[in-house]
Nanobody, 125 residues
């Protein structure tokens, strides 16, 4: 199994900043990429940002220039620095990892998506 634990959510005023963290743990064979998704009430979950082991990044157009994703591969941890937050950023933010779990010695499981429990980010006007 692979477990993801997020932290860093909270309530901030418009224009403020938050830094989210997500640490992967468990029987990890390999992680190809990690990222952040968000889901606002009544909306579909959407990709915010992702990063690969080679530090290739991808951002939603709505957050480019404001959010920065980074990773510490040695610690299987991903971060999301969120600046210039706006009320439209209010959502539950979920950590994601594309990973293979170790199911037996030298035997990986299939590639699949793992998800954290989510952390609430609320931006007031």
């Amino acid at each position: 199994q692979v477990q993801l634990v997020e932290s860093g959510g909270g309530l901030v005023q418009a224009g403020g900043s938050l830094r989210l963290s997500c640490a992967a743990s468990g029987s990890i064979f390999s992680i190809n990429s990690m990222g952040w998704y968000r889901q606002a009430p009544g909306k579909q979950r959407e990709l915010v940002a992702s990063i690969t082991r080679g530090d290739r990044t991808n951002y939603a157009d709505s957050v480019k220039g404001r959010f920065t994703i980074s990773a510490d591969n040695a610690r299987n941890t991903v971060y999301l620095q969120m600046n210039s937050l706006q009320p439209e950023d209010t959502a539950v933010y979920y950590c994601n990892a594309q990973a293979r779990a170790t199911i037996s010695p030298y035997t990986p499981g299939p590639w699949r998506d793992y998800w954290g429990q989510g952390t609430q980010v609320t931006v007031s006007s």
